[in-house]
């Protein structure tokens, strides 16, 4: 099976633009999660969509980022605009019954 | 909260060398543990998983053992190979605390010599 795509894998834009990343889970599963790495830092929980619905956003860091997860299939992470403190590496993973991740690759976001 | 603490790295080994990472966490009531790793240009990969006081985990050659007397899943692997460089990252999920999500470490870095 496909795993977790997610895509670009790289961008690099200016402080102030708009940016958006995609995850495309794995076909069936309802369980779709967003992660950040800021540089040397650890792996952080950002949300969870179970299919459409946010289960929780808790990890969200303000009110720039918006996600959302059209029809239950692909997810998106969109940052408007985009601060410096916004580089690092975010991951998508997505699970059948909120066990047993599969993460995608990553996308690495420089914001300079 | 709940946290991971893992050792620093880079850390740097010759092929064959024993590896230990540490790893400690602090969490409330009985987290499953767990070890990713992820190698360069790849995603995160559940190396092995352990859900409950003195398990072990097991994978390709690498083992953890859950000690909640020391709240603490070390990481280790006998002998070493240069495909084993990748960033290691210790992670717990409570479903107690934190709704079933994971809680990851910094990360070690290790790289392995020929």
């Known amino acids: 099976e496909a795993g977790v795509t997610q895509f670009p894998s790289h961008s690099v834009i200016e402080k102030g633009q708009t940016v958006t990343l995609r995850c495309d889970p794995i076909?069936?599963?309802?369980?779709l999660y967003w992660y950040r790495r800021v540089m040397g830092k650890e792996i952080k929980f950002l949300l969870h969509?179970?299919?459409?619905?946010?289960?929780?956003e808790s990890g969200m860091p303000n009110n720039r980022f918006l996600a959302e997860r059209t029809g239950g299939t692909y997810s998106t992470l969109k940052v408007q605009p985009a601060e410096l403190e916004d580089s690092g590496v975010y991951f998508c993973?997505?699970?059948?019954f909120g066990v047993g991740y599969t993460f995608g690759s990553g996308t690495r976001l420089t914001v300079v | 909260g709940d946290s991971v603490t893992q050792m620093e790295g880079p850390v740097t080994l010759s092929e064959e060398a024993f590896l230990t990472i540490n790893c400690t966490y602090t969490?409330?009531?009985?987290?499953?543990l767990f070890w990713y790793v992820q190698y360069p240009g790849e995603g995160l990969q559940l190396l092995l998983k352990?859900?409950?006081?003195?398990d072990k985990g097991s994978n390709k050659g690498f083992e953890a053992t859950y000690r909640k007397e020391t709240t603490s899943f070390h990481l280790e692997k006998g002998s070493v190979q240069v495909s084993d460089s990748a960033v290691y990252f210790c992670?717990?999920?409570?479903?107690?605390?934190?709704?079933?999500?994971?809680?990851f470490g910094k990360g070690t870095k290790l790289s392995v010599k020929p």
């Open positions: 992670a717990l999920m409570n479903y107690g605390g934190s709704q079933g999500n994971l809680i």
């Open positions: 993973a997505s699970s059948p």
């Open positions: 352990a859900t409950k006081a003195d």
């Open positions: 076909s069936g599963h309802d369980n």
């Open positions: 969509f179970v299919k459409e619905s946010k289960q929780d």
């Open positions: 969490a409330t009531g009985y987290p499953s």
